[in-house]
């Protein structure tokens, strides 16, 4: 898979579809890799005629690691943040929202439609935020705005979270992974283990950097609240949300759907943090649906 160099890292990314397709980035979330997004959906976008582009976030996947920057420490930042003091993080989401943009400047897309889940979607909203003329239109996908305000993560989601696996073999990290995706899934369409343990384990065989998933936890927690940033977003949005998610409540949706100016919230009953293939035509429609505001007020 190629690489390219944008704001001063290498980022690995793959583009599918016709060259003269609208161009659509995907953003993943919280330490996943580009092959998070599924082919099955990847191809019923390019069916749509989109030019897909996915890619790995800095400190995960193939894309630059800061494993140079010093080791993170939770428990430290949490007490910095409390004390209103910088937690010295090595870097935060409006610094992937302009890998974001550099990514795209390195492939020739002067404007894109964007799409992020989880964390990707916070990424993609500092990337309308931040740089406005390069976003024709954003679909937020089950994130949030970093509201104190809303209701965190049930209990079981931050131990799925924040636990750590015992042992580093293949097989012990691919089932601990299975068993933090199982923690959050959606209750209507359950995570088949069978299928998910294949998956899980050819994305550790491609790449496995735990701590560039604590720096990308720790960018998004010293990131903060970003509303007045989200408020200046002009890009047509639809935000989408499963009304039964675990780690980020709907109430972050709610939230980001109520902040964006002219945002579009739709919530999918029975989805939790995940996107199983039941939902995928809810994602697309929703891309759809931002790509013809965007047409339309072109």
């Known amino acids: 898979m190629p690489k390219v160099r ?9 583009v599918f579809g016709p060259e ?12 996943q890799q580009l092959t998070r ?12 005629g ?12 193939l894309s630059s690691g800061f494993d140079h920057a010093p080791t993170p420490d939770l428990p430290a930042v949490f ?25 795209l400047d390195a492939l020739g897309v002067a404007r894109a439609h964007v799409a992020g889940v989880s964390m990707g979607g916070m990424i993609g909203q500092m990337l309308a935020a931040r ?4 976003v024709l239109s954003l679909v937020s996908v089950m994130s949030t705005t970093g509201n104190p305000a809303v209701p965190p993560a049930t209990p079981e989601a931050q131990t799925a979270l924040f636990a750590r696996p015992t042992a580093t073999d293949l097989d012990s990290l691919t089932e601990h992974a299975l068993k933090a995706q199982i923690a959050i899934q959606s209750p209507a369409w359950p995570v088949d283990p069978e299928t998910e343990r294949p998956l ?18 720790i960018a998004v927690i010293a990131s903060g609240d970003r ?10 949005t639809v935000v989408l949300h499963g009304a039964a998610d675990p780690l980020v409540n709907v109430e972050g949706g709610r939230d980001t759907a109520a902040t964006i100016p002219g945002a579009e919230l739709r919530i999918i009953e029975g989805m939790g943090h995940d996107l199983p293939t039941a939902v995928h035509d809810a994602f697309v429609d929703a891309v759809k649906a931002a790509t013809a505001r965007a047409k339309a007020l072109a």
């Not at 003269?20 to 330490?31: F, H, N, P, T």
């Not at 007490?79 to 990514?103: E, H, I, N, T, V």
């Not at 740089?131 to 390069?134: A, E, I, L, Q």
């Open 200 to 217: 899980l384990r050819a994305a550790i065989q491609r790449a496995n950097h735990p701590a560039g998933v604590l720096r990308q936890m």
């Open 79 to 103: 007490a910095a943040l409390m004390q209103g003091q910088d937690p010295g993080a090595p870097y935060l989401l409006s610094d992937m929202a302009d890998d974001a943009a550099g990514l």
């Open 37 to 48: 997004w599924s082919m099955s959906l990847v191809d019923q976008l390019v069916a749509e």
């Open 6 to 14: 944008a704001n001063g890292i290498e980022i690995e990314y793959e």
């Open 227 to 236: 509303r007045e940033a989200l408020k200046t977003i002009t890009a047509p």
């Open 131 to 134: 740089h406005p003329s390069k």
């Open 50 to 61: 989109y030019r897909v582009i996915r890619y790995d976030n800095r400190d995960i996947g």
């Open 20 to 31: 003269g397709g609208a161009a659509l980035l995907l953003i993943m979330g919280l330490g």
